[in-house]
């Protein structure tokens, strides 16, 4: 079955650094559209990054020169590397694979940012 598996989340300082990892499988990962969503305590789940097949990106506002979406087909692994980090960006992270409406989700990992 189809699996997406987060990791690489913790607790870092404001302006700290971060590089997330899903790693996808029982999927054909090169065809699905990623994406990075969040959910802060509290709060609705938000989009904060997608990468298409094709590798064209796009982010959230909040996010923009700070974070940056990748894919690796070959590994089948989806990464954002997360800099400058800020308290507000405290949330479990999730990935999401979408394809033709039919779409996964991962289990999320948690980012805490503070001092």
């Known amino acids: 079955q189809v699996q997406l598996v987060e990791s690489g989340g913790g607790l870092v300082q404001p302006g700290g650094s971060l590089r997330l990892s899903c790693v996808a499988s029982?999927?054909?990962?090169?065809?699905?559209?990623m994406a990075w969503y969040r959910q802060a305590p509290g709060k609705q789940r938000e989009l904060v990054a997608t990468i298409s097949t094709g590798g064209s990106t796009t982010y959230v506002d909040s996010v923009k020169g700070r974070f940056t979406i990748s894919r690796d087909n070959a590994k089948n692994t989806l990464y954002v590397q997360m800099n400058s980090l800020k308290p507000e960006d405290t949330a479990v992270y999730y990935c999401?694979?979408?394809?033709?409406?039919?779409?996964?989700w991962g289990k999320g990992t948690l980012v805490t940012v503070s001092l």
């Open positions: 999401k694979a979408r394809r033709l409406g039919v779409v996964y």
């Open positions: 029982g999927l054909i990962f090169s065809a699905y559209v």
